[in-house]
């Protein structure tokens, strides 16, 4: 089922918690105001309202590895050589594939959507995935070439442990609690609230981030307190004077 760049919704629909996926990983939501949600799948662990989420941890499993059959020009259907984490049908869906060369320097062959996966159960196996669209490949790989692929970036999402660095791309702040292994919307730009660190107030105006600033050990506070704010990602900025160990509103650029 296809769906517009954006979706148009109204006030409440970002609330959703389902069992069920109606939307493609990361399909953008907007709302009148002009905030802004991804639809995402939680992780194994309920999801706590005013957190910042994370992409999944990268598998080295999906990374550098061989292709497994030549493919030509115009091929939708790509078979390759896992590593030993099994897939699940289709859990690359909304993912993306990169070909290159092995060479120093290595020459890209192309990034490519991924529509979905052949189920791998074994492990340091092969299968395949197929690509989006119907004009498939637009350089031919062969088994020469390595690939490497990554899951969605709102595919089963993490809480990003705001006591330590992100292990990868912040994906947005949760709106409400939402189950594990549920369906539901992260925001990703606009005003929102989010959970102060219990190290320090915020200021409005400051540029926030997560983890790895001052004591922290809970919440997200001004970038200012971070001895490595170069290497974390900017979240947002403060509206409010968001008291210590409490609830306050920021205005998110994630996107």
Partial sequence: MAFPNTVHGSEGQQY???STKGMPYGQRMELEDGRVFRHFLNGTSDLVSGFMSQA??????????AVQANAAIGATTI????GATTLVKDELENGYVLFYTSGTPST????????GNQIESAGTSTYEIYLEGDDGLFVAVTTSEK???????????????NNAAPTARPAGASVRIVTASYYGFLQTRGVCHILCDDGAALDPGDTLTGGAVNTA?????????????SDIEPIGV????????????????IE
Avoid at 56 to 65: G, W
Avoid at 79 to 82: D, G, I, V
Avoid at 108 to 115: F, P, R
């Fill in 238 to 253: 403060a509206l409010n004077i968001g008291s210590i160990d409490d609830g306050a509103f920021a205005y998110l650029k």
């Fill in 217 to 229: 050990t809970d919440g997200y506070q001004d970038n200012s307190g971070s001895s490595n704010d």
């Fill in 147 to 161: 690939y490497s692929v990554i899951h969605n970036l709102y595919y089963k999402t993490v809480v990003w442990a």
């Fill in 79 to 82: 078979s390759l050589t896992n």
């Fill in 56 to 65: 999944m941890l990268a598998d080295a499993a999906f990374d550098d590895k």
């Fill in 16 to 18: 959703l918690n389902s």
């Fill in 108 to 115: 890209l062959l192309g990034a490519y959507s991924i529509e």
